[in-house]
């Protein structure tokens, strides 16, 4: 499985934007498709996932704020980010996870947003 992210960029406090994860290859593998995080000085932690059935799950940080999507004819994930925080700030990482047990995991190449105060 191939991961092509895009969007991500540099925004004000309370601005929006948009991340887009397209996966080519072994479609057919894949169950869950979403985002990690990694910010500067921490670990990476999950953001938002979908299964395939169309599941979500979200970190508590960004529950209500972020909204997460899938297009099941494109094999693409999109990540709406809403009234953005500094915190926010970090590399964001397309993931996605095989039905295998347990899952392979594969990753983009990540996509910097960067929140302004």
């Known amino acids: 499985v191939q991961l092509q992210a895009s969007g991500g960029g540099l925004v004000q406090a309370g601005g929006s934007l948009r991340l887009s994860c397209t996966a080519s290859?072994?479609?057919?593998?894949?169950?869950?498709m979403g985002w990690y995080r990694r910010a500067p000085g921490k670990q990476r932690e999950l953001v938002a996932i979908?299964?395939?059935?169309?599941?979500?799950n979200y970190a508590d940080s960004v529950k209500d704020r972020f909204t997460i999507s899938r297009d099941f004819s494109t094999s693409t994930v999109h990540l709406q980010m809403n009234r953005l925080k500094p915190e926010d700030t970090a590399v964001y990482y397309c993931n996605t996870a095989t039905w295998n047990n347990p899952p392979i995991h594969y990753w983009g190449q990540g996509t910097l947003v960067t929140v302004s105060s």
């Open positions: 290859g072994s479609i057919s593998s894949i169950n869950a």
């Open positions: 979908m299964t395939k059935f169309g599941i979500p």
